[in-house]
């Protein structure tokens, strides 16, 4: 896998790299009706699995968040330019994605609910929509907002925003593209948010404090080299 690292700012602010083929991915009706409901088939806390698995061959170290793609999704990580610290998760596969983030939470609750008001709110305050709906994972977002093309042409974009409370920790993700708007491509997205998981780690920290996200092991050469 090789990354290359880009501004956050960038038409492609992210790095890059491939798991493996495209033939195998599971689309349509037959994983969506496979679909628990809730977090019990995941996202997981590092707590509720066995450690070694997390050194599995499949799996990506991403500090507080390893990720584990699907065969023809690509990763990227949106890096800042200013601190070269990495921001958030992005897995891509053909024409959708998944952007991936965590938060510290308290341990008595968690802040979805409040968050998701907050998210609602901004998207009216950019004279878009959002409206809450039950999704897999519980209640979510669909945002409809108006969005500026490099063109300067303005045009109207769909996500959803699907919050997980944890132990101590929200995982937040925004499915992007075709599968927030087309019910069949959206078991990819899903499933690949079922294997998420967060590495909360044992230290204090503020609600809503970003968890530390890093480049992989590899990738941290490869992006000295190129500097």
Request: aromatic share 4%; hydrophobic share 40%; no cysteine.
């Amino acid at each position: 896998m090789i990354f290359r690292r880009k501004g956050k700012n960038d038409d492609e602010p992210t790095t890059g790299g491939f798991f493996g083929d495209e033939e195998d991915v599971v689309e349509g009706d037959d994983a969506e009706e496979a679909a628990p409901v809730g977090r019990s088939a995941g996202p997981f806390d590092s707590t509720e699995i066995d450690p070694e698995s997390l050194e599995a061959e499949d799996r990506i170290d991403l500090g507080a968040l390893v990720v584990t793609g699907l065969p023809g999704m690509e990763l990227r990580l949106q890096v800042d330019e200013a601190s070269g610290d990495v921001q958030a998760v992005l897995l891509v596969l053909e024409d959708s994605a998944l952007e991936l983030r965590a938060f510290a939470a308290p341990k008595t609750s968690g802040i979805w609910s409040e968050v998701r008001r907050e998210i609602a709110a901004e998207a009216t305050r950019m004279g878009g929509t959002a409206s809450e709906t039950e999704g897999p994972f519980g209640t979510e977002l669909v945002l409809v907002v108006p969005v500026e093309d490099p063109e300067g042409q303005i045009f109207s974009q769909t996500s959803r925003v699907i919050g997980v409370d944890g132990p101590r920790w929200l995982l937040r993700a925004t499915v992007l593209g075709r599968a927030a708007v087309e019910p069949d491509a959206a078991p990819p997205m899903e499933q690949s948010l079922r294997n998420v998981v967060v590495v909360r780690g044992p230290e204090p920290m503020a609600p809503r404090e970003s968890l530390a996200l890093r480049l992989p092991a590899g990738a941290q050469a490869a992006t000295e080299e190129e500097a």
